[in-house]
Nanobody, 124 residues
Framework: QVQLVESGGGSVQPGGSLRISCEAS????????VSWFRQAPGKEREGLSY????????HYADSVKGRFTISRDDVKKTVSLHMNVLEPEDTAVYYC?????????????????WGQGTQVTVSS
């Protein structure tokens, strides 16, 4: 059974940093791509970052490029998202999702397996 569990969310002041993690189980993690998404109240789920399971290729949405960094540890079966220079607009529930080979890595419709989400709040 595929299971994804996010952790590390919390509250931070504008300009601050936070690292969130996604722990996976129940599937062949090392060959699966993992992506991070977020959803703010009243808004659609937004794709943020993707890391390939094949060669570690990464991709970022323009909204987070240069501020967020995705990484994976295939031994621990985790994917982390390091978030820097956080802004109030980054406030949302953050989700991870996995798929062997998504055709559109930042499209939430490409993914069937999701975590429960972790809340990130950026506020002074």
């Amino acid at each position: 059974q595929v299971q994804l569990v996010e952790s590390g969310g919390g509250s931070v002041q504008p300009g601050g940093s936070l690292r969130i993690s996604c722990e996976a189980s129940g599937f062949t993690f090392s060959s699966s791509a993992v992506s991070w998404f977020r959803q703010a109240p009243g808004k659609e789920r937004e794709g943020l970052s993707y890391i390939s399971g094949v060669d570690g290729t990464t991709h970022y949405a323009d909204s987070v490029k240069g501020r967020f960094t995705i990484s994976r540890d295939d031994v621990k079966k985790t994917v982390s998202l390091h978030m820097n220079v956080l802004e109030p607009e980054d406030t949302a529930v953050y989700y991870c999702a996995a798929d062997p080979l998504p055709l559109k890595p930042l499209d939430p419709n490409e993914y069937d397996s999701w975590g429960q989400g972790t809340q990130v709040t950026v506020s002074s």
